[in-house]
């Protein structure tokens, strides 16, 4: 007989604590009772054991009397019909189900009574979580809940980025005084989805017409947007992830408001703390370049390209000596193709390359080194280096130009110049180069030493130099020539007025087939047949060689001067004085 040690030994699988198995959630049970046919609402989740299709007819246990048995099937096939409701009961079932099937459910209606009915309610709320967190300031519990509505109601106006229709009525109501008003509240979770809110409404995949974009961009910038957007910024510590998140927000709202109404643009820039703020930020130093490093510095090149008011407070700020000390990690070193890093070095280039086109600039430039660095870009760079030619280029340019002209001599920078036009470049680094060459004609001081030495240039290695220009002069007009053939088809099927609704796209055709690069080329050709005269005689040969003659070279710059004529408030007087003496020795 077995012992009782036999009969209760334990098993011979190793004993393991039992872990606490995650809680279900009641909605997964009862979604899949209801989505598995065969499931039992009483048995689900509970082990269960499935009857044997071989074994149904068996029936433990002694056989019924012969009365009890046609008593249970009188009770099945009776009152109850196996499912425990009553024949009435199911009729009434299934027309309940019937009218709930015929119910078609309405949509809203999104109008502007929805508007108004909206921002009543979304008034109510502001009132009640500011009366609420005023009277109990001291017990955060009994304002919460009033905090949790007001949150959900300032996400439900995402809505009406889809009805753009409504963005009139909505700033009549002062809707958007209001929701503006959100960003500077107590507590920064309400204050960050009312900025992504704003976001959603001024993003540029909303289908609004212009009209309705001003309405509401007009009532976002008199509710002071931009100061409480900048404030924000201030609070913000982007060592925390939601801080970072509202950050980012905060400056694509920048980016958008300058997007959608160049007023932001001015806007931004008096306010004392933006510019400052964000020259600082693109200057922190991190691992990998953050979203927020490379967005601050992509705003501040489109504040600085877009007002000179905003370029003279940055150079004021020191900001072109503190960006040329970011660009020079960069002067041997490319970033990552495809990278944040990428975007930001070509941002904060743009800054520097606009803000030298400033007289202070310019000075403020060759105070940070900025010619030298150019310069070693130039030998030693590969993503920088037609980014730092062009910056030397803006930096040349202009009647204030002649200190930079002499910088670039001075730094023994007419070799590296050189050296590259005589190699083949890409179009945007010729034109460069040909700015650059022209700037310096035009600034040097005759009879100067850095002037003669630029002369120089073009004499030696038998005239070398001026075989390139012109090479490069007859590749231009070439181009050129054809645009200008498919304008005067054009002209000789338009009416007067098409001719003046289509000029702008002609010039726009013709600068895209290098008329300023031939602009260029030929007043550096006239600046030496004015100064050299082995320059001039071998010039004349080139052109003689094509049966051409210096008139090619004269009609070039007349157009240039009826084109400066043309838009008399914009024209420079040197450049207009300076092209009238070169025809006169043409």
């Known amino acids: ?319 072109i000596d503190a960006f040329l000390q970011l660009l020079s990690a960069y002067r041997k070193r490319d970033p990552a193709k495809g990278t944040e890093e990428e975007e930001y070095v070509e941002n904060v280039f743009d800054c520097v390359t606009c803000s030298v086109d400033e007289a202070e600039g310019k000075q403020k430039y060759l105070d940070g080194e900025g010619m030298e660095l150019c310069l070693i870009m130039l030998k030693e760079g590969k993503m920088s280096r037609p980014r730092a030619l062009r910056l030397m280029d803006h930096a040349l340019g202009g009647p204030t130009g002649i200190s930079c002209c002499e910088k670039l001599v001075e730094a023994a920078g007419l070799k590296v110049i050189f050296t590259m036009f005589m190699k083949k470049v890409d179009t945007q680094s010729t034109e460069h180069l040909l700015g650059i060459i022209a700037s310096m004609l035009r600034s040097l001081p005759g009879d100067s030493a850095p002037r003669i030495r630029l002369l120089g240039k073009f004499v030696e290695k038998n005239y070398e130099k001026i075989d390139r220009l012109m090479q490069l002069r007859r590749e231009y007009s070439s181009r050129l020539s054809n645009v200008d053939q498919t304008i005067k088809s054009e002209r000789a099927t338009f009416s007067a007025e098409e001719h003046v609704d289509m000029a702008d796209e002609w010039l726009s055709r013709r600068l895209d087939a290098g008329l300023f690069s031939l602009q260029s080329i030929d007043t550096t050709l006239a600046w030496l047949v004015a100064e050299d005269d082995g320059a001039r005689a071998h010039i004349q040969q080139l052109l003689a060689d094509r049966d051409e003659t210096s008139a090619i070279i004269k009609g070039t710059l007349q157009e240039q001067l009826a084109g400066i004529n043309a838009s008399a408030k914009e024209a420079d007087p040197t450049i207009n004085d300076m092209l009238e003496t070169l025809i006169a020795f043409l």
């Open 1 to 319: 007989m077995a012992s009782i040690d036999d009969l209760f030994k334990r098993p011979t699988i190793p004993s393991q604590k039992r872990k606490l198995s995650a809680t279900k959630d009641p909605n997964e049970i009862y979604k899949s009772i209801k989505l598995n046919d065969k499931a039992n609402a009483r048995t689900n989740g509970q082990t269960t054991v499935e009857d044997d299709p071989e074994e149904d007819d068996d029936v433990a246990g002694p056989d019924l009397p012969p009365d009890m048995e046609d008593e249970a099937e009188n009770e099945e096939d009776g009152r109850f019909f196996g499912g425990g409701i009553t024949s009435e009961t199911a009729d009434v079932l299934d027309f309940i189900d019937e009218r709930d099937q015929d119910a078609v459910a309405k949509p809203e209606t999104i109008d502007s009574g929805w508007v108004r009915k909206l921002a009543l309610n979304f008034e109510r709320k502001i009132s009640k979580n500011a009366e609420l967190r005023a009277k109990f300031e001291s017990t955060p519990q009994k304002f919460m809940g009033s905090e949790a509505d007001l949150d959900a109601d300032v996400k439900a106006l995402s809505i009406l980025s889809e009805h753009p229709e409504l963005y009139q009525e909505f700033a009549q109501l002062g809707c958007v005084s209001s929701l503006v008003s959100l960003l500077s509240h107590e507590n920064t979770d309400i204050a960050i989805d009312a900025i992504e809110i704003i976001g959603e409404l001024i993003d540029e995949d909303v289908e609004a017409e212009q009209a309705q974009w001003d309405v509401l961009v007009d009532a976002l910038l008199d509710a002071d947007l931009l100061d409480l957007l900048y404030q924000n910024l201030s609070r913000f510590d982007e060592s925390v992830e939601s801080d970072r998140i509202g950050a980012y927000h905060v400056l694509g709202k920048h980016f958008d408001s300058i997007r959608a109404n160049h007023i932001a643009t001015e806007l931004i820039g008096k306010n004392k703390g933006m510019i400052p703020w964000l020259i600082s930020r693109a200057q922190i130093r991190e691992s990998t370049v953050s979203q927020n490093k490379q967005y601050s510095a992509e705003i501040l090149a489109i504040l600085l390209q877009t007002s000179a008011t905003n370029r003279k407070r940055f150079i004021g700020l020191d900001g």
